[in-house]
T-cell receptor, first 113, second 116 residues
Framework: QQQVKQSPQSLIVQKGGISIINCAYE??????FPWYQQFPGKGPALLIA?????SEKKEGRFTISFNKSAKQFSLHIMDSQPGDSATYFC????????????FGGGTRVLVKP | GAGVSQTPSNKVTEKGKYVELRCDPI?????LYWYRQSLGQGPEFLIY????????DSGLPNDRFFAVRPEGSVSTLKIQRTERGDSAVYLC??????????????FGQGTRLTVV
């Protein structure tokens, strides 16, 4: 059962453009929604996270938009840079379940110079 | 070290052999998680420890997989009678606590296991 669905699977954007990745979840009990960035050969690293009582969170060029009623959330990368080329994973956790991460399938982002 | 350390980085083993993968978490982190990441997919939860005990092992695929954390720090993931389908990157993560909501999990670089 795939509890977190992520799209698109891959994305190509020009330098300076906006990258948008979407995720949908099923379990309404999830209480924390992080985004992870992963470079080849490395483990995932936390990029930005949001709680369901907040509709938007911005950190630098990265913004999460959260729609609780639709059970969807998205990551926007503004002014995309070649160094942003990586795989991005959305995830969801549940405090009552020990905060184990349920990941989406990932989006491979390529930023062309 | 400052981060989560996993050894070995790469492991090639023959089908049917036994392997051990080691994770050294960030000092002071009480929660430790193991995930498995197949090529082109997101990591999938295997097991998590709060202190020395396995609080949730619901993600272990079968009884060939076992993990321990005897002193509440270093953890070892053990796989018996390895199969080609076990080939994946095994990721370890640690966090300060598990009972609080939304604590950041820090990942190691993973162990790439290849079963031939």
């Amino acid at each position: 059962q795939q509890q977190v669905k992520q799209s698109p699977q891959s994305l190509i954007v020009q330098k300076g453009g906006i990258s948008i990745i979407n995720c949908a979840y099923e379990n309404t009990a999830f209480d924390y929604f992080p985004w992870y960035q992963q470079f080849p050969g490395k483990g995932p690293a936390l990029l930005i996270a949001i709680r369901p009582d907040v509709s938007e969170k911005k950190e630098g060029r990265f913004t999460i938009s959260f729609n609780k009623s639709a059970k969807q959330f998205s990551l926007h990368i503004m002014d995309s840079q070649p160094g942003d080329s990586a795989t991005y994973f959305c995830a969801a956790t549940l405090k009552a379940a020990g905060n184990k991460l349920t990941f989406g399938g990932g989006t491979r982002v390529l930023v062309k110079p | 070290g400052a981060g989560v350390s996993q050894t070995p980085s790469n492991k090639v083993t023959e089908k049917g052999k036994y392997v051990e993968l080691r994770c050294d978490p960030i000092s002071g982190h009480t929660a430790l998680y193991w995930y498995r990441q197949s090529l082109g997919q997101g990591p999938e939860f295997l097991i998590y420890f709060q202190g020395t005990g396995a609080a949730d092992d619901s993600g272990l695929p079968n009884d060939r997989f076992f993990a321990v954390r005897p002193e509440g720090s270093v953890s070892t993931l053990k796989i018996q009678r390895t199969e080609r389908g076990d080939s994946a990157v095994y990721l370890c993560a640690s966090s300060l606590m598990s009972t609080g909501g939304g604590t950041e999990a820090f990942f190691g670089q993973g162990t790439r296991l290849t079963v031939v």
